[in-house]
């Protein structure tokens, strides 16, 4: 009888033996936790798409940060939530510095101080009543350049609020550019941005729109990148270093981790990616019916992110996980 001369088994015969070879690793470091906060809100309120995830009172997010930041996760993501009544066409509350989103980084940056990296979403999304993430000009259209005047007003704010780090993610062109400028000229120099550089318009998103309370009318198809597209992506990351950016991220993530292998062989930056709340669901989803293992399909989700080459990656997994990886 002839025996196999190579045998790639022996190296996973024992769990120590594949801990010794393992070659991509996950710790609490690399996670990322995403909150959202509500405005006018008495108690933490389930998102129903999102089992587990709450949009937070102001005092249950304080609460909750903390106890992520225990389980040492790498950082936070702050999002806001304004009441209804509160939005507009251009998104006024992104840039009242007394607007639910800059209220909630003035608490979290008072009670963590630098434990934690707080970033905030630079977007006016959340706070705009047609649901898109700029403002539009009289024909319907988001109109880029009139968007970038108010995402500079709205960086500034969330700056003066505490956030270290600035979640670019409204896909206008130079966005980058023009917040790193404003910022640079209002002395807030060791701000930082994380530029949603390469991001799809994608089906994914669909539980986020709970999550914030949004009902956006139309698509975002005029400004988020195509699916089909893998190229434009390298272009998008270019521009965005080019600019200022100083990580930049993929996003989704699961069904990007080509986009992401490739960005992550290029940039000359820490590269994130965002496992967005449609990746969330479906894995919650499964587990509830007793289709998958929750937890190990959990992990195993961000073992192949990182193994893709994402050194951050935004989950809202983030606090729970972190304490398995200890
Ligand atoms: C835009 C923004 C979105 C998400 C993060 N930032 C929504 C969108 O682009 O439609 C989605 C995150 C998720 O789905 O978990 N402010």
Not at 75 to 97: H, I, N, Q
Not at 229 to 253: T, Y
Request: with cysteine.
């Amino acid at each position: 009888m002839t025996y196999p001369r190579d045998r790639p088994r022996r190296l996973r015969s024992t769990p120590a033996m594949r801990r010794l070879v393992a070659e991509t690793s996950l710790e609490p470091r690399h996670l990322v936790l995403p909150m959202f906060v509500a405005d006018g809100l008495a108690e933490p309120r389930e998102i129903s798409a999102m089992p587990g995830v709450v949009q937070h009172t102001v005092e249950s997010l304080r609460k909750a940060a903390v106890a992520a930041v225990a389980a040492g996760v790498g950082g936070l993501m702050l999002f806001g939530v304004p009441r209804a009544e509160d939005k507009d066409a251009t998104g006024s509350g992104a840039v009242d510095p007394a607007g639910i989103l800059n209220r909630g980084l003035r608490v979290l940056a008072a009670e963590l101080g630098d434990a934690t990296v707080l970033m905030a979403d630079t977007c006016l999304d959340e706070f705009t009543d047609h649901g898109h993430c700029g403002v539009l000009d009289p024909s319907g259209a988001v109109d880029n350049d009139a968007t970038l005047d108010r995402y500079v007003e709205m960086a500034s704010a969330q700056a003066e609020a505490g956030a270290q780090l600035l979640g670019t993610s409204g896909m206008m062109d130079g966005q980058v550019g023009a917040i790193r400028a404003a910022l640079d000229d209002a002395g807030w120099t060791d701000t930082g941005i994380l530029a949603y550089a390469a991001k799809y318009a994608s089906a994914f998103y669909g539980p986020f729109r709970e999550a914030v309370g949004s009902s956006l009318q139309g698509d975002r198809r005029s400004y988020q990148q195509d699916p089909a597209n893998r190229r434009e992506s390298l272009r998008e990351v270019q521009l965005d270093l080019v600019e200022g950016a100083d990580i930049v991220m993929v996003k989704p993530a699961m069904g990007y981790l080509d986009v992401l292998r490739e960005v992550a062989d290029r940039s000359t930056v820490p590269v994130a990616a965002y496992q967005i709340s449609g990746e969330y669901a479906m894995i919650t989803a499964a587990a509830e019916r007793g289709w998958i293992d929750r937890d190990a399909a959990i992990v195993e989700s961000l073992i192949g992110i990182r193994r893709a080459g994402a050194d951050l990656v935004l989950s809202y997994w983030a606090a729970e996980v972190a304490p398995w990886l200890r």
